[in-house]
């Protein structure tokens, strides 16, 4: 009898698990479902080619677009060499000492500082301090700034799945420490280090506080024109749309088109990655 | 001798790439004290600290408390910790007990995609899906509320909470496992009592890095909440939280004034509680780890 | 056999953080000999074969007492660059571990980092090495094809013959065969005893036969300690200490 009362306890508890994952599935097929259906109609090659126009009634979102690509490109360029260089000192470099800990510690840190701090940080150190003004490049750098930790872990996972042999086997050729990791251990790592990096990028992307202060504008009526011009961008948009235009009710789907322009480029940079991951995985290099 | 000298120079050049971090991280802290720091010239620590009211542009005198938006910071979080923290282990649990090696497959993308929505996507879907929705069940004015913003954060919560406490979980040893079904338990007693409990500490730091990402979200929290400066009340009230109140402050305040001063000491607030939130994780997790 | 001594340990004791893998070790290398180090796995004598061309610096929190000498001079301090170093000591690892790229490429990679520029010289040397490692045959019309491709046995002869190509002096084997099947240990084994004319060769190995076969001079290491050291012959048949009559007929290990 109690064998049989345990058995139901069973069955109900993993039907309890079973339904927390059904749940989260759920929250995601109704996201994805909303603005798909209600956004689709919106897209059209118009919206992504053309700016806003009568007071951002109509029209499309192209300048929110190219601003968006050009922050991400300064962050990029900010990130991935830093992040780069960080994860080879701690993968190749760096001794088990108090000092590696505390760098260590501090990239976990980095990584939960909240985004709005960030961008604090960059209206005083890139607005204010650096004298870029509110622009593009102050924004890329903060955004830079912010996906550096997740550049890192992912340069440092990529460095980790090259074999130590082929560090010793070119060492045992007398090969000098630089030597071998600029051509038996980089060669390997770099194509995992850049899929990585892609992941940390449309994270970028898609970033909204950091950007707030640091350079994105209301509606600018042509595209930037250098990097220390202010820009729009797609998440700024996205807010602004939703929440600080003059008439809400009447732009919502010029808004569902933003978010869904917003997600399929953000899906669109994850795939590639997530796609380029899985061949190099099947191709093996790294477990030789 | 000129090699070796080469190959000193290459090795500092990437130690001073790995110092940068530490750099940037004092740099956070200095920057954000720095500019807090005016703000005191006026506004005392302790009224800062201990007034009920926040506002700013009062005719008379302004007023820089802290309290009203530190309260209902922790009270979305909290909020969403009650939705994230159980849908989030119950999930982890299937993930690592229940399912089907396929389904895993299917599941484990889905927690990425989770991740990958910008914040102001899901903030938007609480104006227009969730906050009518809230509206409807409970006869308030719009749904933009606390409630509101609890979900919406426990959304952009569960993603770390599933896949580090999934992680926990997988780590438990075998053994464990083995022992228990062993001694005659089934599969549920054993996960209950055996993996949960065993892999407590790196669910209690998933939980909390969870929590560290929903006190600092800003997007949603900006978009869902109504943004009422008012001292909260209750769930289906409007709150301000430190995180929107940068937001929306920021944008409009003259530089260099001590309002402009006073956000960046709420920023240095959220910084410092952050930090700790981080350490706290950080330290129970590497006790998790260094226990095997 | 020259009665030279190329190498010397003398006193060292070797920590791994607290944990002291090496107990004083004292032991000479002699000139184009071949020495084995026997012992049961954990003794501690792929750590010891790896101090000979300072790979341990690879692992992090060692600790090294007492000195080893390279004809007469220290190779522990800071007046001795392992680079160099190992340009003059090469090694043969445990698991053949060829790069990820073609048969003539792994070969010509050790010349590349030494700074031979010269192509046909490059070319030159890479056949070379790839003849005296007894590999030609079998490689000659696919030397443009992934190391990968070859088998277990033909990866740990090219390992040995991308070491040859670099000219050391000594060159360390720590188990060479430990993953090769006994035709593959065969073809390596006939390899170190050809070797042994032009270099000063140390070999780690669990296998009593395979030292007893290749070696003129064997260790016995036991627990981090080196318990014995002699000739090869007087090991194998009138060994003085117990622990090592024990492991050679095969008591323990």
């Known amino acids: 009898m109690k064998l049989k009362f345990s058995n139901i306890i069973q069955v109900l508890g993993f039907m309890i698990l079973r339904l927390c994952m059904i749940c989260v599935l759920l929250i995601l097929v109704v996201i994805f479902y909303d603005i798909i259906t209600k956004g689709i109609g919106v897209v059209s090659w118009e919206f992504i080619t053309k700016p806003p126009v009568d007071g951002m009634t109509k029209g499309g979102i192209y300048p929110a677009i190219i601003g968006t690509f050009f922050i991400t490109m300064i962050t990029a360029i900010l990130s991935v060499p830093l992040g780069m260089g960080c994860a080879i000192f701690l993968n190749e470099y760096a001794r088990d000492n108090g000092l590696t800990r505390f760098i260590r510690m501090s990239i976990r840190n980095l990584s939960g500082v909240p985004s709005i701090v960030y961008g604090l940080f960059g209206v005083a150190l890139f607005v204010e301090g650096c004298h870029f003004g509110t622009s593009i490049l102050a924004a890329g750098c903060t955004l830079g700034l912010m996906t550096l930790p997740l550049t890192i872990t992912a340069s440092e996972e990529a460095l980790k799945t090259v074999p130590r042999a082929y560090r010793e086997g070119s060492l045992a050729l007398g090969a000098t420490k630089w030597q071998s990791i600029w051509t038996n251990v980089l060669p390997y790592a770099v194509p995992g280090m850049l899929t990585g990096t892609i992941l940390g990028l449309s994270r970028a992307a898609g970033e909204t506080a950091p950007i707030l202060f640091t350079g994105a504008a209301f509606f600018l009526p042509d595209v930037p024109n250098s990097v220390f011009s202010q820009f729009m961008a797609l998440p700024y948009h996205l807010y602004i749309m939703s929440t600080q235009h003059h008439n809400i009710s009447l732009v919502r789907p010029i808004a569902y088109g933003t978010a869904l322009v917003l997600i399929i480029l953000i899906f669109a940079m994850n795939s590639i990655a997530i796609i380029t991951r899985y061949h190099l995985r099947k191709k093996g290099i790294a477990h030789g | 001798m000129n090699r070796r000298i080469k190959e000193k120079i290459i090795e500092g050049f990437f130690f001073l790439n790995g110092i940068i971090v530490i750099l940037i991280l004092a740099g956070i802290f200095i920057l954000l004290l720095k500019n807090s720091i005016p703000a005191f010239r006026e506004v005392s620590l302790q009224h800062f600290l201990s007034r009920p009211i926040w506002n700013p542009d009062a005719y008379e005198q302004p007023m820089y408390g802290l309290l009203p938006m530190l309260v209902s910071s922790f009270m979305v979080t909290l909020g969403s910790l009650i939705v994230a923290v159980p849908l989030g282990i119950g999930t982890a649990a299937y993930l690592s007990d229940v399912a089907s090696p396929r389904v895993r497959e299917i599941a484990k993308p889905v927690v990425e995609i989770l991740a990958g929505i910008p914040s102001v996507v899901i903030g938007f879907l609480g104006i227009v899906l969730l906050g009518p929705f809230i509206s409807k069940m409970t006869g308030t004015y719009n749904g933009l509320n606390a409630l509101n913003g609890s979900i919406l954060l426990a959304v952009m919560a569960l993603p770390t909470v599933i896949s580090l406490s999934e992680d926990a979980l997988t780590s438990v040893p075998r053994s464990y496992e083995e022992a228990s079904l062993a001694l005659g338990a089934n599969k549920w007693q054993t996960v209950i009592r055996v993996k949960i409990p065993a892999a407590a500490s790196g669910v209690l730091a998933a939980c909390m890095l969870g929590m560290g990402r929903a006190i600092g979200e800003t997007m949603t929290v900006l978009m869902a909440t109504g943004n009422a400066a008012a001292f909260p009340t209750s769930f289906l009230g409007s709150v301000k939280t430190m995180t929107a109140t940068i937001a929306i402050e920021l944008g409009e305040v003259a530089y260099y004034t001590t309002h402009f001063h006073m956000l960046f000491a709420v920023g240095l607030i959220l910084f410092i509680i952050t930090f700790i939130i981080n350490l706290i994780s950080d330290i129970i997790f590497h006790k998790h780890t260094r226990m095997r | ?253």
């Open chain 3, 1 to 253: 056999m020259g009665k030279n001594i190329r190498m010397k340990a003398e006193g060292v004791n070797f920590f791994y953080g607290k944990n002291q893998v090496l107990k004083n070790i004292t032991l000479e290398i002699h000139d184009h000999a071949v020495t084995a180090i026997i012992g049961p796995s954990g003794c501690g004598k792929s750590t010891f074969i790896r101090l000979l061309n300072r790979m341990n610096e690879l692992v992090l929190n060692t600790n090294l007492e007492g000195d080893i000498l390279f004809d007469g001079e220290s190779i522990v301090g800071d007046q001795m660059d392992p680079v160099e170093l190992r340009r003059k000591v090469g090694m043969v690892f445990q698991k053949p571990n060829p790069f990820p790229k073609s048969i003539f490429d792994n070969i010509a990679y050790g010349l590349q980092v030494n700074g031979v520029k010269d192509k046909d010289l490059i070319e030159k040397k890479v056949i070379e090495s790839i003849k005296k490692a007894a590999l030609w045959e079998e490689v000659k019309n696919r030397l443009h094809d992934s190391a990968l491709g070859l088998s277990g046995g033909q990866q740990q002869r090219l390992c040995i013959a991308r070491c040859l190509a670099i000219e050391p002096e000594v060159i360390l084997f720590d188990e060479p065969c430990a993953s090769l099947d006994p035709i593959s240990t065969h073809k390596v084994e006939e390899l170190i005893l050809e070797l042994k004319k032009d270099y000063t060769i140390v070999i780690v190995t669990h296998n009593m036969q395979q030292a007893a076969r290749v070696s003129d001079y064997t260790g016995f290491f036991y627990m981090g300690e080196m318990v014995e050291f002699d000739k090869t012959e007087v090991i194998f048949t009138r060994p003085r200490d117990k622990r090592t009559e024990d492991y050679i007929t095969g008591r323990f290990g």
